[in-house]
C-alpha cells in the first residue's frame, strides 16, 4: 500500500469518537443520496429541469465529505472549517424548526397535513439541531482532538465559509 494512505489510515485510528460517528453520518448520508439518484435514473424521472437542482444537493453532499476528508487528513484547517460546517448545520435546523411558526399554518393548512406530521417534524428538527450543537460543543471543548489536529489556530478561509453559506442550504 502507498505510504500516504497507511499514514491517513493511522490518522483514522487516532480520531475520537465523535468524529467517527460524524464520518458515520457522512457516509451514510453520501449513500442514501447516492441510492436515491439511482432509483430516479432507472424510473426515468431525472430530467434536465431537476437535474440543475439535483447538482446543487450533490454540492451539498459533498461538503461534510470533504470536511471529513480534511479532519482525516489532518489539515490545519480542518477543525474550524467543521466548526463552521456543525455551527451553520446547527442554525439551519434551528431556522426550518422556527420556519412554520414564522409562515403561519392556518387552521386549513394544519388540518391538511395533520398536526401527527407537524409534530413529527418538530421533534425531529429539534432533535437534529441538538445533535449538530452538542457535536459542535464537542468541537469547541475536545482536548483529544486537539491532541490529534494540528493546533487550530489558522482560521476557516473566507472563500471556504462562503461556499458553506450558499451551498448548505441545499443540501437538505
Known amino acids: 500500500m502507498n505510504e500516504v494512505w ?3 489510515l493511522r490518522r483514522l485510528e487516532e480520531l475520537p469518537g465523535p468524529v ?14 447516492a441510492f436515491e439518484r439511482s432509483v430516479m435514473l432507472v424510473k426515468g424521472s431525472l430530467d434536465w429541469q431537476t437535474l440543475w437542482v439535483e447538482g446543487l444537493v450533490l454540492l451539498g453532499v459533498l461538503l461534510p465529505v470533504a470536511v471529513l476528508w480534511l479532519l482525516v487528513s489532518g489539515s490545519s484547517r480542518a477543525l474550524s ?11 439551519l435546523h434551528f431556522v426550518s424548526l422556527l420556519y412554520p411558526l414564522v409562515v403561519g399554518y392556518g387552521p386549513e393548512t394544519v388540518s391538511e397535513v395533520g398536526h ?5 417534524r418538530l421533534v425531529s ?12 460543543l464537542y468541537l469547541e471543548r475536545s482536548s483529544r482532538l ?3 489536529l494540528p493546533a ?5 478561509p473566507w472563500w471556504a465559509v462562503a461556499v458553506l453559506l450558499c451551498v448548505l442550504p441545499f443540501a437538505g
Open 6 to 8: 497507511l499514514r491517513r
Open 20 to 33: 467517527w460517528v460524524f464520518g458515520a453520518y457522512v457516509v451514510a448520508r453520501a449513500a442514501r443520496w
Open 81 to 91: 472549517l467543521a466548526r463552521w460546517y456543525a455551527g451553520l448545520r446547527a442554525v
Open 116 to 120: 401527527e406530521f407537524l409534530a413529527r
Open 125 to 136: 428538527v429539534a432533535v437534529g439541531c441538538g445533535l449538530w450543537f452538542v457535536f459542535l
Open 146 to 148: 486537539r491532541a490529534v
Open 152 to 156: 487550530g489556530q489558522r482560521p476557516a
